[in-house]
Structure formats: structure tokens, C-alpha cells
């Protein structure tokens, strides 16, 4: 089992549209938590962080489910510039007390006129 | 503020080629380093990663290397580079704090022939 796993997509939706993605973890020792945004050929960067009460951030809701295991990432109004792919991205305690960041694979968004 | 340099944007090596990307941090002192790759349609593996001078922990065994010379310089090497080693390499720093957020440089994309 991958330690983060996420639907690949693609989402196609229309502007205006809400859209969510989920993301499952493996690890429950896991402590923070992520959502970057990839576009085509570029770094990602960071979305937002995900805290546990859940957070806002203007059109973008992350929400996290510490005894499922799962985050979510919600986007109100959808906007052409909306279109990448959004990572999930979680830290993972390694063998010697370190954490590591594991990145999901992505799903990915298009949103059309 | 801090900002991440990775350079070449691009390269199309032969197979058998050796091979030095180099990654450099500003504005921050003794930060996490980490190179990723990233496969067409995939997401970020963690190849590499080091928490101080000289420190190194491999995620995957291949026949790539890593070293940091030096407190924000990271350079990836290989002696013969293989087909598969084709991708898209990243660098990225964190302040190392263990709930670290990731800042990526723009990247390598490196063609294997």
C-alpha cells in the first residue's frame, strides 16, 4: 500500500464549479500535513498547510480526519487558473526519529470555460 | 528572505554520461536539502536528503549520488547515467523544524538518449 495515495483524475469541471479531492495516509503517526499545486513543467508550490480543525484559506477549504486517516482539499467557484495538479503531501517518521515529507501522486484539475 | 537555485533548467545527456546537477540555497543557514524525482505522469519520489554538512541518507538505491559540500549547496552526481534515470529533478530546502513546509527550486528536466 502507498503511503499517500490520492485519485489521479482528471477532475473536468466547469468554471464556478466546487470541486474536492481526498487523500489517504498510511502512517498514523503522521503530523503535518499539505496540499501543494503543480502546474505543467513547473515546481509545486505550497497550497496550504492542513491543521486539524480544519482551515480557509478564500476559495480553498483543507480539512483532515485523523481516525480515517484521510485529508481533503475543497474549491469553491472554480477559475480557469484553478487547472494543475494538486499534491497531497504528508510527513513520515523514518527509522531514526527524522521526518520525511511523502508526496501523492496527484490529481489532477482541468476546469473549462 | 530565502530563495532556492537549481540549474541546468534542462538537459539531454547519452546513456553512459556522467551527470552533476547543483542546487543552491540563499537567506537561510543550516537548512534540510532534498533532491526528488519525478516521473511523466508521476508523482515526487524522495531520492535524497541531508540535514547537515556532509550528512546523507539515501531513500533509494541506484546509481545516483548526493553531497553536500558545503551548509546550502546539495549536488546531485552520477558516473553513467541510465535510461531510466530520465525525469524531472528537484531540489528543495526546509527549515528543518519537523512540521517543515517545502520550497522547491524550478527544477531539472533531464532527457536520457
Known amino acids: 500500500r502507498k503511503e499517500v495515495e490520492q485519485d489521479p483524475g482528471p477532475f473536468n469541471v466547469p468554471e464556478g464549479a466546487t470541486v474536492a479531492f481526498n487523500c489517504t495516509y498510511s502512517?498514523?503517526?503522521?503530523?503535518?500535513f499539505f496540499w501543494y499545486r503543480q502546474d505543467c513543467r513547473k515546481e509545486p508550490k505550497l497550497l496550504m498547510s492542513?491543521?486539524?480543525s480544519g482551515n480557509e484559506d478564500g476559495r480553498f477549504t483543507a480539512q483532515l480526519n485523523r481516525a480515517s486517516q484521510y485529508i481533503s482539499l475543497l474549491i469553491r467557484d472554480s477559475k480557469l487558473s484553478d487547472s494543475a495538479t494538486y499534491l497531497c503531501?504528508?510527513?513520515?517518521?523514518?527509522?531514526?526519529?527524522?521526518?520525511?515529507?511523502?508526496f501523492g501522486s496527484g490529481t489532477r484539475l482541468l476546469v473549462r470555460p | 528572505s530565502q530563495t532556492i537555485h537549481q540549474w541546468p533548467a534542462t538537459l539531454v545527456q547519452p546513456v553512459g554520461s556522467p551527470l552533476s546537477l547543483e542546487c543552491t540555497v540563499e537567506?537561510?543557514?543550516?537548512?534540510?536539502l532534498y533532491w526528488y524525482r519525478q516521473a511523466a505522469g508521476r508523482g515526487l519520489q524522495l531520492l535524497f536528503y541531508?540535514?547537515?554538512?556532509?550528512?546523507i541518507s539515501s531513500e533509494v538505491p541506484q546509481n545516483l549520488s548526493a553531497s553536500r559540500p558545503q551548509d546550502r549547496q546539495f549536488i546531485l552526481s552520477s558516473k553513467k547515467l541510465l535510461l531510466s534515470d530520465s525525469g524531472f529533478y528537484l531540489c528543495?530546502?526546509?527549515?528543518?523544524?519537523?512540521?517543515?513546509?517545502?520550497?522547491f527550486g524550478s527544477g531539472t528536466q533531464l532527457s536520457v538518449l
Open positions: 503531501v504528508v510527513n513520515s517518521p523514518g527509522m531514526d526519529s527524522s521526518y520525511k515529507l511523502i
Open positions: 492542513v491543521y486539524s
Open positions: 502512517n498514523s503517526a503522521s503530523q503535518s
Open positions: 528543495a530546502w526546509s527549515s528543518g523544524t519537523g512540521s517543515e513546509k517545502l520550497f
Open positions: 541531508s540535514v547537515g554538512i556532509g550528512q
Open positions: 537567506g537561510t543557514s543550516n537548512p534540510n
